[in-house]
């Protein structure tokens, strides 16, 4: 019995190693193919490591030179590929909120980190003041080549983990230390308030297209109207977009009934995105401030609403970007935005793509200090 235990085993180990070696076989074959398909580029970077005078940047660095030579030759003009610090910031930013500490950063005249709590936050209650130079954050050392993307990316964490923070505070500028914990911090895409000269008059700004984004917009007009507005202005100037799904459930808040926008991934059927039951801000008076970079997203939410007959658009025509990028994260956390779709909205001739949105009534930039298209948006509003 114990021979043929012993067979057993034999035959197993011996299926293990035979089944390692063929998958290694194999997957060497498989990489040393796709290496292949890319000669010049190995003999180049080979030749590149083996006789450049100069010290070259690390693997890291080459690689990503290579990521985005590649974007570039592939045609796609909203192609990105983001480090990952910029990917994570970029996340924070749609997302609407993000574990850190409540902290603002400038940099001043000498090239130093101040850093200003927000109060209440975590940072204020910890002892920090505002204009602090900041000195490192856990192990990063701040020196005028630290970006502060990187020392964003540094404070931000995850909620309930603690980041050391190391100051230094005028008049005797010793180094402060401060232990504290990070929480759920929001970032708002929108801010708004009551026009100075037209008390009836809510102004809604919105900076980025995020998850967050369609809650805050009633929260806004909810306020608004406490305070006595009675006719809105949606300003998406300079609005470059952010994530479609939240800009369709946008348009979704001020429409009745309808199709908001198609559209199309390669190879698939057009999907359709529509409205199932009347948007709790359908009835409220609107109008959309538009210019040259109001974008992708954000021309979801004028164009459908335009399309509609639900609000004019005033300002200039908009960028015209029609496209959907798909993020995909990759192993080190960075990510690469790849075009995958095309969106278009019903009623709206010639696509957008060709010309951007034209608005309802057309005005150039005032000149630097005066905001005109406000004013004839406020005009405009008042008198339809």
């Known amino acids: 019995m114990s021979?043929?235990?012993y067979l057993i085993i034999i035959l197993i180990v011996s299926i293990g190693f035979a089944g390692a070696?063929?998958?290694?076989?194999?997957?060497?074959?498989?990489?040393?193919?796709?290496?292949?398909?890319?000669?010049?580029?190995?003999?180049?970077?080979?030749?590149?490591?083996?006789?450049?005078?100069?010290?070259?940047?690390?693997?890291?660095?080459?690689?990503y030179g290579m990521i985005r030579g590649m974007l570039d030759a592939s045609g796609d003009r909203f192609a990105v590929f983001l480090e990952p610090v910029q990917h994570e910031l970029e996340t924070n930013s749609l997302q609407g909120s993000f574990g850190g500490i409540g902290v603002e950063l400038n940099q001043n005249q000498n090239g130093d980190i101040l850093i200003y709590p927000i109060s209440g936050g975590p940072a204020s209650q910890a002892g920090i003041q505002s204009g602090d130079r900041l000195l490192a954050v856990d192990d990063l050392i701040i020196t005028q080549d630290v970006s502060k993307d990187d020392i964003h990316a540094?404070?931000?964490?995850?909620?309930?983990d603690k980041?050391?923070?190391?100051t230094s505070r005028k008049p005797d500028d010793s180094p402060l230390e401060f232990t504290i914990k990070r929480e759920l911090i929001h970032l708002p895409s929108v801010t708004w308030h009551i026009d100075p000269d037209y008390s009836m008059v809510g102004i809604i700004n919105v900076n980025i297209i995020a998850e967050s984004t369609p809650d805050e917009i009633q929260n806004a007009v909810s306020e608004l109207e406490r305070n006595g507005a009675e006719?809105?202005?949606?300003?998406?100037?300079?609005?470059?977009?952010?994530?479609?799904?939240?800009?369709?459930?946008?348009?979704?808040?001020?429409?009745?009934n309808g199709v908001v926008i198609h559209q199309q991934y390669r190879g698939e059927d057009v999907e359709s995105f529509t409205v199932n039951k009347p948007g709790p801000l359908e009835n409220i008076s609107l109008l959309i401030l538009v210019n040259r970079s109001t974008a992708s997203a954000a021309e979801i939410i004028a164009g459908s609403l335009q399309a509609h007959s639900r609000a004019l658009l005033v300002g200039e025509p908009t960028f015209g970007k029609d496209s959907i990028?798909?993020?995909?994260?990759l192993q080190d956390d960075s990510s690469l935005h790849v075009t995958a779709a095309k969106w278009w909205i019903p009623g709206i001739d010639p696509p957008i793509s060709e010309n951007g949105l034209q608005p309802d009534v057309s005005v150039l930039p005032g000149e630097a200090g005066t905001?005109?298209?406000?004013?004839?948006?406020?005009?405009?509003?008042?008198?339809?």
């Open 3 to 5: 021979r043929i235990r």
């Open 154 to 160: 540094a404070i931000r964490g995850r909620i309930g």
């Open 21 to 63: 070696f063929l998958s290694g076989y194999f997957l060497k074959s498989y990489f040393d193919s796709r290496v292949n398909e890319f000669p010049v580029l190995n003999q180049a970077y080979n030749i590149l490591t083996d006789h450049a005078y100069i010290e070259l940047p690390d693997s890291t660095s080459i690689e």
């Open 371 to 384: 905001d005109l298209m406000m004013k004839v948006a406020i005009q405009t509003l008042l008198e339809n």
């Open 163 to 166: 980041v050391i923070i190391v």
């Open 231 to 256: 006719h809105f202005i949606l300003d998406l100037r300079n609005n470059g977009g952010g994530l479609l799904s939240a800009g369709v459930e946008t348009a979704k808040l001020f429409l009745r």
């Open 325 to 329: 990028q798909l993020v995909f994260d």
